[in-house]
């Protein structure tokens, strides 16, 4: 494998694409695995560090500590969080031990050292993958780089583009950036919001976080949800964590049931019980205003305000409105999927590629992880334990020749 020098790569053996969670809990999983694969794969992100992008929003939304308990991390052994929070057992949150989230940063760079990764990120922005006939691998395209070779790709991007509703698309007057903008593009730390009154869409943890952030700082806000505020400790039942529901799940041979049973299983977002009693306690001091099965139909920029029509025929104002109405996963609207879907076509249930057992694409060397991974994974594909999982599927066909699928000897251009 050639890697050459700083970005200056040009063929290597497995390409990394993302440095989130999911990619780091796949980097320490093939290393346990077998000591070999170091300097086998390379991993892409734009940012040129691990976990950027997470740790920004963790950031952003002030969010004070995760929702998975401390056995979900990157790091192969399951108890390593908790030894090392051994002398730090405020940073574990009830009522399973939830980490904070400085706990968890740390213990995910004292992770990235143990296993030797601080240098395994390359800064660059992947901007499309090209398969080679002949299953001779794969062409990635760098923004403002040379492109590489890779035998083997996996896609640890993420979980999908922020979810606009129609309403947002029929806007006919202009308005500030500012004044309506999804909850991935909000930083609670750079904003004065005093005497502002805010409208914030969603019923998921990401509303609540925003909720309480936009009040501390002197807001008043409407939380606007389609259906009933639920709360729930986890995203999923516990019980898809192990073979109490994905037995029958992966038994399931009806890709559109499996897809029906990821829905039922996620259930739409919802809040943490803690949360819900923040939210509580703010409404009743009358901080926040709760608008449960309400959904905009019109909004209008007039005056320096929002002016905004509900299915109910209630009329709202305010001066910002955020989306906290999370993401669309849909492999057929990610730019990067668009020559691979072309060179090996497959089937596609609502968005989600049907992959094999291994996560990989019909076809070809090319592995998914995080939310579009979810036919094979079940409902917590997008988690940290999702990350575990997949990869624990991944990982044998990229370390056992014996899974992997066989290429003839690579011969790039």
Not at 53 to 67: M, T, V
Not at 262 to 269: D, H, K, M, V
Request: proline content about 7%; glycine content about 10%; hydrophobic content about 35%.
């Amino acid at each position: 494998m050639n890697t050459g020098t700083g970005s200056r790569l040009e063929k290597i053996d497995i390409a990394i694409v993302g440095a989130g969670p999911h990619a780091l809990t796949l980097a320490t999983h093939l290393l346990q695995k077998r000591k070999e694969m170091r300097g086998k794969f390379v991993v892409f992100d734009p940012s040129g560090r691990w976990l950027n992008q997470w740790s920004q929003q963790f950031a952003a939304q002030e969010i004070p500590h995760l929702r998975s308990p401390a056995v979900h991390h990157p790091d192969p052994d399951p108890y390593s969080l908790r030894r090392f929070a051994q002398n730090r057992s405020e940073e574990l949150f009830p009522p399973y031990d939830l980490p904070g989230t400085k706990l968890f940063e740390e213990f995910c760079q004292e992770t990235i050292a143990r296993w030797h990764l601080e240098n395994a990120v390359i800064p660059a922005k992947v901007t499309g993958i090209e398969p080679l006939s002949g299953s001779r691998g794969f062409r990635l395209e760098r923004q403002g780089d040379s492109p590489v070779m890779a035998r083997r790709v996996v896609m640890a991007t993420g979980g999908g583009r922020p979810f606009i509703p129609d309403w947002v698309q029929q806007i006919e007057t202009d308005y500030p950036g500012d004044r309506l903008c999804h909850s991935q593009s909000v930083d609670l730390r750079q904003l004065q919001l005093t005497g502002d009154r805010i409208l914030i869409i969603g019923g998921g943890l990401t509303s609540g976080h925003l909720a309480t952030g936009a009040i501390s700082r002197g807001a008043k806000v409407t939380l606007m949800i389609k259906r009933r505020l639920q709360e729930k400790l986890f995203d999923a039942e516990p019980g898809w964590l192990g073979p109490k529901y994905l037995k029958g799940f992966t038994a399931e041979s009806d890709w559109g049931r499996r897809w029906q049973l990821i829905q039922q299983g996620r259930n739409g977002g919802s809040m943490t019980p803690e949360v819900g009693t923040r939210l509580r306690r703010e409404s009743r001091n009358g901080n926040l205003t709760i608008q449960e099965e309400c959904q905009v139909v019109r909004a209008v920029w007039n005056s320096g305000e929002w002016q905004i029509v509900c299915n109910d025929g209630t009329n709202y104002t305010c001066d910002r409105i955020w989306l906290a109405t999370g993401t669309k996963v849909d492999v057929r609207t990610e730019p990067l999927f668009d020559k691979l879907l072309i060179a090996h076509p497959v089937p596609i249930v609502k968005g989600l590629p049907v992959l094999d057992e291994h996560l990989r694409w019909p076809g070809c060397e090319l592995f998914i992880m995080g939310a579009l991974a979810a036919l094979q994974v079940g409902p917590v594909a997008r988690n940290l334990s999702g990350a575990r999982m997949a990869s624990d599927r991944i990982q044998p066909a990229l370390t056992k020749a014996s899974v992997s699928k066989s290429f003839p000897a690579l011969r790039y251009a």
